[in-house]
């Protein structure tokens, strides 16, 4: 065999059993809440229809089906930067560049910054996908404190004994995977001076940012210090938006806004990895996100506030005593605390059997391996009904446990 001749990066990359045990769900009779993803019936499909159409006419087919620049389809960076400017963040394409989902980007930032035995700051718990993407570069973590109480001082002399240096902080302000929770303005403004005193890049996942349900937008990061610094090239926070939760996943369309220098760079990790996003995708998605983002969006932040509603409404009627939730203003994911003796995995498997119910347990989301009774409940696909019964199912397996 060939293992023993893997780069001891291999080392830190396992098959999450759990995703094992999930992709054997897909059976009638089970209800599932467990996949993050969006619900297929609300793809805009006959827009897509319309757009790969044209896209494939004779007048545009010989740009869509050829090779092109690493930076991105300039009329797609051209409709980001008008996005992010009514995200109170002015840029120009040239600081923009288009990934291939926002996963990517997670990717070439690892590669960017992190020398084996290097600190990222994540919370705990954080999207098990960075996790993922980051651990490739055998990186050290530490616990992300948003409340202020940790000292710059006391994390740089965890990553010095950890062997190398704090190298960015990584978050996902709005709607988070998996807990569904938003970061305050005071929050996000201590982050800033906390990189700043540790002077290192804030990596901004903004993958759930446009579907908030209700409550007030609380600006992005990179907003507050383009606010504080006047010039995005002075910035330290480094954005990645997606397309994957509000037009397709399926398409591969993600992006990062940034300084110039970390644009550059970036753009030479892409022609390394891929030379460029499919050509034809970034045009499709180009043409569906100027006709038709804005209203489609608007459809997907009804919908979904109304399962979220559906399921805050189905937990408060049949959770015991001693379970907890959060109460997402947007986003796809509740996260619910157990009791400390129960364990999500172990009550998975007993969902699957008896109840024939699935959700994610929450331990794999936890850097450090903690966070062993909590689960993660994604609403986006669930009707009613399923929202009702599932739920219902959840509350009577747990009243024979607590
Ligand atoms: N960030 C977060 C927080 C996510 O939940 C996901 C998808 N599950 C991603 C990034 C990656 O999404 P994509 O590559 O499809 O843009």
Known sequence: MVEHMMASRMAGMKASEIRELLKLLDQPGIISFAGGIPDPALFPAADFAEATAEALSDANCAQALQYSVSEGYLPLRRWIARHMAGLGIACAPDQVMITSGSQQALDYLGKMFLSPGDTAL?????????????????????????????????????AQAAGGQVKFAYLSADFANPTGETVDRAGRERLLKLADALDCPILEDAAYQALRYDGVPVPPILALELAQKGDLDACRTIYCGSFSKTLSPGLRLGWVVAARPVISKLVLLKQASDLHTATLNQMVVCAVAERAFYSHVARLRDIYGRRRDRMLAALAEHMPEGVTWTRPEGGMFIWVTLPPHLDGATLLAQAIDTARLAFVPGQAFFADGSGGNTLRLAFSCADEAATDEGIRRLGVLLHTQI
């Open 122 to 158: 994540v919370g705990w718990p954080t999207y098990l996908g960075a996790l993922a993407a980051f651990n490739a570069y055998e990186p050290h973590y530490e616990q992300l404190n948003l409340n202020g109480n940790r000292a710059a001082e006391d994390y740089r002399a965890a």
